[in-house]
C-alpha cells in the first residue's frame, strides 16, 4: 500500500511563505507525476503544480511566479514552496501521485494525501 505524507501547512499573514512536503512510502516501482491540488470550502478540487518524473512542471496561472513545485533525488518526496501568500490561497491542500506498481504496470494509478490546512489571513 502507498501513502503519501504532507507536512507543513498553517497560518500565516497575506505575503509571507510557507513551504508544503510530501513523502510517498509502501512497495511501488516509480512514481510518475506528482503535484498539488486544493480545495477551499465550496469550491472543487483545483489543481496547483505538477512535476513530472523528468522535472517538467506544471502551475496553474493564479500561482505562477508565487509558487515552485521541486521534487527530490529519489523522485519519492515533492515539495511545494508558497511565496507571497494571498487570502485567496486559503484552502486545504492535498499531494497527488501518480504509482506505477510494479515494472509491468502501464497505467499510474492516483494516490492522494489527507490534506493539509493552509490558511492566509489579511
Known amino acids: 500500500q502507498v501513502q503519501l505524507v504532507e507536512s507543513g501547512g498553517g497560518l500565516v499573514q497575506a505575503g509571507g511563505s510557507l513551504r508544503l512536503s510530501c513523502a510517498a512510502s509502501g512497495s511501488l516501482f516509480s512514481i510518475m507525476t506528482m503535484g498539488w491540488y486544493r480545495q477551499a470550502p465550496g469550491n472543487q478540487r483545483e489543481l496547483v503544480a505538477t512535476i513530472a518524473r523528468d522535472g517538467s512542471t506544471n502551475l496553474s496561472d493564479s500561482v505562477k511566479g508565487r509558487f515552485t513545485i521541486s521534487r527530490d533525488g529519489s523522485r519519492r518526496t515533492v515539495a511545494l514552496q508558497m511565496n507571497s501568500l494571498k487570502p485567496e490561497d486559503t484552502a486545504v491542500y492535498y499531494c497527488?501521485?501518480?504509482?506505477?506498481?510494479?515494472?509491468?504496470?502501464?497505467?499510474?494509478?492516483?494516490?492522494w494525501g489527507q490534506g493539509t490546512q493552509v490558511t492566509v489571513s489579511s
Open positions: 497527488n501521485a501518480g504509482v506505477l506498481m510494479y515494472y509491468f504496470s502501464k497505467t499510474p494509478r492516483d494516490y
